[in-house]
DNA sequence: TTTAGGG
DNA sequence: CCCTAAA
C-alpha cells in the first residue's frame, strides 16, 4: 500500500465540505462527537504537570510518575482481513519538548518507522492534537514501534499565569530531536501531500469549528478560571452558575454562550474543589487537604497549592501561592500502559494516530486509576494527608510517586477527574467499546463560597495566553479541534462518545404546570398573543425564576396539544376544560391574526378583550389536528 | 437575547 | 425540558 495514497484518503477525510448534510439533530450529533473529541484532547493536555519551584534547578527536585508495565512496542497484527491491531505498550508524557510554536505542547507520536511531521502551523493544528506523521518507505502500515507518545508539560516558577512556553531549558532540550525528526523528511512527493493535508485542514472551517475553537480558547480557560474562583480578570465577577440560571433576564451573554458552562450547570450545593476547601488552603495545614474532590486534584495548602483540573472539558492547571510552606512536587513523566487498538487496514495514517489518541484520551479522561506511593509504599488510604503520610513541607518529594493503572473504577488517591466512579475501560476491546465515556461530573463552584484569598491561577495546556486579554482573540491560539471526528473517522473509530446526561449538564428538575400556572399562562397568552414569550413571561411569570419564557412557550405548545386530544389521552393533572378551551381560542385566534397581519403584531390592544376571540368559534379554523 | 421548532 | 438555528 502506497503510502502517498493513504495520505491523500486523509486529506479527503478532511475534506468536511464533502461532508453530506444531514438534518439539523443529525448534524448536532456529528458536531457533538466532535466537541467529545475536543474534550478528550484537552483532557489528554491537562495531564500536564507543573511544578512550583522558582529555581531552575526544580527539575532535578522532580518526582518521577511510573507506570506498570514499559514496553514500547506496537505489535501490529492482522486480524481476519483488514483489521490491524495495534498494541501500544506504553505511552510516555515527557516533561517538556520543543519551545517552537504551538507544536511544543502537540503529543508526539515517535515511531521507528513513522516520523513525526512539524510545520503545521498553529492555526492549523492548534495545540494538544497529534501532529502530521508521514511514514517512511518502511511503514508497508506490520510491524511498527511506536516508541512513545509525549506530551510535554508545563513547568512555571513564579506562580503567574503562564503559558506552557515559560518552559525554557528544558524544553530547549528536546527541542532539536523532534525538530530533526520533522525536517529530515526529503521525500517531495510526501511533503507535497502533507501539504496538501495541511490546507485541507485549512480550509476546514466552519461556524461550528470555530465555535468549537472559541470555546476552546483563551476565553474557554478564563472561563475554567473564573469557575474556579480565581481568575482577576476585568470581569471579576464570578457569578453562581445557578444564580445565573435563576435569573432568566439577567444573565450576561458571555456566559450563556458559554457552551462548556452548561456542563458544569448543576446544583448550588456543588461547589468546586477550591471553593470549599478555601478556608482549609488559607490556613496553611495540610491536614485540611481535602481528600476527595470533584473535579480536580488540589496539592498542597499552604504557600503553594497546585491544583490540577482535569475533566472533560479539558484540563487546568492552576497554582497559588499562599502564606506558608507546601509540597512542592512536580511529575516529569508517567507512562501509560498498554492499550489495545484495533483499526481497519484501510484505516489512514492519520486515523490512526487520532485512534490512538482517542484512546489514550479516554484512557486519561476517566480511565485510570492512581495510586500513590510515598516511601514506596503504596498510600491507600485516601483520607490520609500528606503529612499524615510522610510528606512534609519543602521537601523534594523524591519519596512521592505515583502509579497509573488502566481500567476499572477508580480507586483513585488523587483524583484526576472525578469522585464519580469512572467508568471501567477495557483497554484491550477498546475499540469496540460502547461504554459510555467516564461520567465527569463538574460541578460549578459557587461564587459566594470562592475564598477570593486565594488567588490561584491558572495554566491552560495552551501557549501564550494572557490574564487580563478579554478579546477572545484567542481563537487561533485555541486548542484547535482536532479534525479526529471526520466522518472517517468516525467510521474506523467507533468509540461510543455518546455522552451520558450527567456528563452533559444536569437537566432541570421537571415541575409541572400547575392549574393555576396554566391560567396565569393562558391569560397572558390571551392578551399577549402566542409569539411573545418574553413579555408573558415578564407579565405572569416575572417572580417565578425557574419558568422561563422558553418553559413558558413550551407549556404553550403542550396545552395546545392537550387541548386538541381527547381526555383519555391526557396526562398529568387534569387541566381544567375550560382553561383547554381558552388555550384553543386564543391559539386559534393568534393563529388567524398572525396569518392576517404577517407578523404585524405588535403590542396592541389584548384579545382578551377582544370580541372577535370570545366571541367566534375561532377555535376549529384555529386548531389543525 | 428571543423566537420557533424539533428532539 | 433540552437544544439550537435564525432572527
Same mark, same amino acid.
Given at each position: ?166 518552559? #525554557? ?42 465555535? +468549537? ?46 457552551? +462548556? ?82 483499526? $481497519?487496514?484501510? %484505516? ?72 464519580? $466512579? ?13 461504554? %459510555? ?127 386538541? +386530544? ?14 383547554? #378551551? ?44
Amino acid at each position: 500500500m502506497v503510502f502517498k495514497r493513504k495520505l491523500d484518503c486523509v486529506s479527503v477525510g478532511f475534506d468536511y465540505p464533502n461532508i453530506p448534510k444531514a438534518p439539523r439533530s443529525c448534524r448536532r450529533k456529528v458536531i457533538n462527537k466532535r466537541t467529545d473529541a475536543m474534550d478528550l484532547l484537552a483532557s489528554l493536555a491537562g495531564k500536564l504537570l507543573e511544578e512550583c519551584e522558582s529555581s531552575s534547578s526544580a527539575s532535578s527536585n522532580a518526582f518521577e510518575v511510573n507506570m506498570n508495565t514499559h514496553r514500547k512496542e506496537i505489535k501490529q497484527e492482522d486480524d481476519d482481513h483488514d483489521k490491524k491491531t495495534c498494541v501500544v505498550n506504553s505511552f510516555s508524557f515527557p516533561d517538556d519538548d520543543d519551545d517552537d510554536g504551538v507544536l511544543e505542547r502537540t503529543p508526539v507520536c515517535e515511531t521507528k518507522n513513522v516520523k513525526c511531521e512539524e510545520g503545521v502551523t498553529e492555526e492549523e493544528t492548534g495545540g494538544g492534537r497529534f501532529e502530521q506523521v508521514e511514514a517512511t518507505g518502511g511503514f508497508v502500515t506490520d510491524t511498527c514501534k511506536l516508541e512513545e507518545a509525549t506530551v510535554p508539560r508545563t513547568v512555571c516558577g513564579d506562580g503567574e499565569l503562564k503559558s506552557p512556553s515559560c518552559v #525554557d531549558g528544558s524544553l530547549a532540550r528536546r527541542q532539536g530531536n523532534h525538530t530533526k525528526l520533522g525536517r529530515d523528511d526529503d521525500d517531495d512527493e510526501k511533503l507535497y501531500s502533507y501539504h496538501k493535508f495541511s490546507n485541507k485542514f485549512k480550509s476546514y472551517r466552519s461556524p461550528t469549528i470555530r465555535r +468549537i475553537r472559541k470555546s476552546l480558547s483563551s476565553q474557554y480557560w478564563k472561563q475554567m478560571a473564573k469557575d474556579l474562583g480565581h481568575y482577576r480578570g476585568a470581569d471579576a465577577g464570578v457569578k453562581s452558575v445557578y444564580r445565573k440560571r435563576k435569573s432568566c433576564y439577567g444573565y450576561n451573554a458571555a456566559w450563556q454562550r458559554e457552551t +462548556i458552562y452548561k456542563r458544569r450547570r448543576s446544583s448550588p450545593e456543588r461547589s468546586s474543589v477550591v471553593t470549599s476547601d478555601g478556608g482549609g488552603i488559607s490556613s496553611g495545614s495540610v491536614s485540611k487537604l481535602p481528600e476527595k474532590r470533584d473535579s480536580g486534584w488540589l496539592f498542597c495548602n499552604s504557600s503553594s497549592v497546585i491544583f490540577i483540573f482535569s475533566c472533560l472539558n479539558g484540563p487546568l492547571i492552576s497554582k497559588g501561592f499562599f502564606s506558608c510552606c507546601a509540597v512542592k512536587l512536580s511529575i516529569k513523566s508517567f507512562r501509560i500502559p498498554e492499550l489495545f487498538i484495533e483499526v $481497519p487496514e484501510t %484505516a489512514t495514517v492519520g486515523s490512526l494516530k487520532r485512534t490512538v489518541m482517542e484512546a489514550v484520551s479516554v484512557l486519561l479522561s476517566g480511565g485510570i486509576r492512581v495510586g500513590v506511593v510515598v516511601h514506596g509504599k503504596k498510600v491507600r488510604d485516601d483520607k490520609k494527608t500528606l503529612s499524615q503520610t510522610g510528606i512534609s513541607c519543602g521537601e523534594n518529594l523524591t519519596n512521592l510517586g505515583f502509579t497509573l493503572e488502566p481500567g476499572g473504577p477508580s480507586k483513585v488517591h488523587v483524583p484526576l477527574c472525578s469522585q464519580d $466512579p469512572l467508568v471501567p475501560i477495557d483497554p484491550t476491546n477498546l475499540s469496540e467499546r460502547s461504554a %459510555a465515556p467516564p461520567t465527569l461530573d463538574t460541578k460549578p463552584p459557587q461564587a459566594d463560597d470562592v475564598d477570593n484569598n486565594n488567588h490561584l491561577e491558572l495554566v491552560p495546556y495552551q501557549k501564550e495566553i494572557t490574564v487580563g486579554e478579554e478579546e477572545p482573540s484567542s481563537d487561533t491560539r485555541a486548542i484547535v479541534p482536532l479534525p479526529a471526528l471526520e466522518v472517517e473517522a468516525l467510521a474506523v473509530v467507533p468509540l461510543s462518545q455518546k455522552p451520558k446526561r450527567t456528563e452533559l449538564a444536569q437537566r432541570r428538575t421537571r415541575r409541572p404546570f400547575s392549574v393555576t400556572e396554566v391560567e396565569a399562562l393562558v391569560q397572558a397568552v390571551e392578551e399577549l398573543g402566542t409569539g411573545r414569550w418574553r413579555d408573558v413571561k415578564l407579565r405572569a411569570f416575572e417572580s417565578a425564576d425557574h419558568r422561563t419564557y422558553v418553559d413558558l412557550k413550551d407549556k404553550w405548545k403542550t396545552l395546545v396539544h392537550t387541548a386538541s +386530544i381527547s381526555p383519555q389521552q391526557r396526562r398529568g393533572e387534569p387541566v381544567p376544560q375550560e382553561l383547554l #378551551d381558552r388555550v384553543l381560542r386564543a391559539y386559534g385566534y393568534w393563529s388567524q391574526r398572525q396569518g392576517k397581519h404577517q407578523g404585524k403584531g405588535g403590542g396592541g390592544g389584548g384579545a382578551h378583550k377582544d370580541a372577535d376571540m370570545n366571541r367566534g368559534r375561532v377555535v376549529e379554523s384555529g386548531v389543525s389536528v
